[in-house]
């Protein structure tokens, strides 16, 4: 194999957890990789420790308003600037992974010999060693979103430990960074693969560790009103209903367009109602 594997890594802010993603890219038995490192505006120094440690590198600088989407569209943006040979690799990573040293050999070898597909790196919980991601079925009739019970059921892919032939990546676009900024923009890329008649593929030998506890706002629960709607409505949240719209209106199917942006906002709906009496009944007690 001498397909040059490149290395698509946005960091903020991470940087002993960028160190650990540094030390396993560091002993990979397969060398003929380059990261590119997008840092949004990092400063605690994570770009000058990598400088340290990588020689094939591309350090693209941000300001902190990238996030995710915005960050890949940068390492897109660079890609379409390089001569590539259509059949060398993309790889997108998160940095808050761990991989044995064979992960970039293993990964390189299986999407060698297949055309047209996105591949995902199996991954794996860092505590306590359980399967977390081997695709995702999301179901548009029902609005229903979880793991794929079988090969044949995947319709969708996270970023995290995706590789894909250059070419196959510079046809699919790129990212919607203003609509989707961080949540739902690795699924709905891969979501349009899919449409596009790309295969979605996993491997046993492809796998990962990652650490759930780095993530953004997920759980809502023992938050005062101004607070949930501070972190309902963030960037940060996976639950954001203006960025589930737009998930909507970027990637669901026609049919079922209409009636599930109408079930996103009546979710959001019941769910800041239910905030708001939580707020206000312990002043309806202390009246009595």
Same mark, same amino acid.
């Given at each position: 194999?001498?397909?040059?594997? $490149? ?22 038995? $397969?060398?003929? *990789? ?12 994570? @770009? ?27 390492? *897109? ?25 064979? /992960? ?19 991954? $794996? ?50 990212? *919607? ?39 953004? $706002? ?24 203006? /960025? ?6 970027? @990637? ?16 959001? @709906? ?19």
């Amino acid at each position: 194999m001498t397909s040059e594997v $490149y290395i698509l890594l946005p960091v903020h802010n991470r940087r002993e957890t960028t160190r650990r993603f540094v030390t396993c890219l560091v002993a990979q038995t $397969y060398n003929n *990789y380059h990261l590119v490192l997008i840092d949004d505006g990092s400063l605690d120094g994570t @770009a000058q420790m990598v400088q340290e440690q990588i020689r094939s590198l591309t350090v693209i600088q941000g300001a902190g308003k990238w996030w995710w989407a915005g960050s890949l569209q940068q390492g *897109y943006e660079w890609l379409r600037n390089q001569r590539l040979n259509p059949m060398d690799i993309v790889l997108i990573m998160n940095d808050d992974t761990e991989f044995d040293s064979d /992960f970039l050999e293993n990964g390189a070898a299986v999407i060698s010999a297949h055309p047209n597909v996105l591949l995902l790196a199996q991954c $794996y919980d860092q505590r306590n060693g359980e399967l977390i991601d081997k695709g995702v079925h999301i179901d548009w009739r029902k609005w229903r979103m979880g793991g794929a019970q079988t090969p044949e059921e995947v319709n969708c892919f996270s970023t995290r430990g995706l590789f894909l032939h250059a070419a196959d990546f510079l046809t699919l676009g790129g990212f *919607y960074p203003r609509l989707l900024p961080h949540y739902l923009s690795d699924y709905e890329f891969t979501i349009r693969a899919h449409r596009r008649g790309m295969q979605l593929i996993t491997d046993p030998t492809v796998k990962l560790r990652a650490d759930l506890e780095t993530t953004g $706002y997920h759980s809502f629960e023992d938050c005062d009103l101004q607070l949930f709607l501070k972190r309902y409505f963030s960037i940060r949240s996976n639950a954001n209903p203006i /960025f589930r719209t737009s998930f909507m209106w970027l @990637a669901c199917p026609w049919p079922w367009k209409v009636i599930n942006i109408a079930r996103v906002w009546l979710s959001a @709906a019941r769910k800041i109602a239910a905030a708001v009496q939580l707020a206000v009944s312990p002043k309806k007690s202390l009246r009595g």
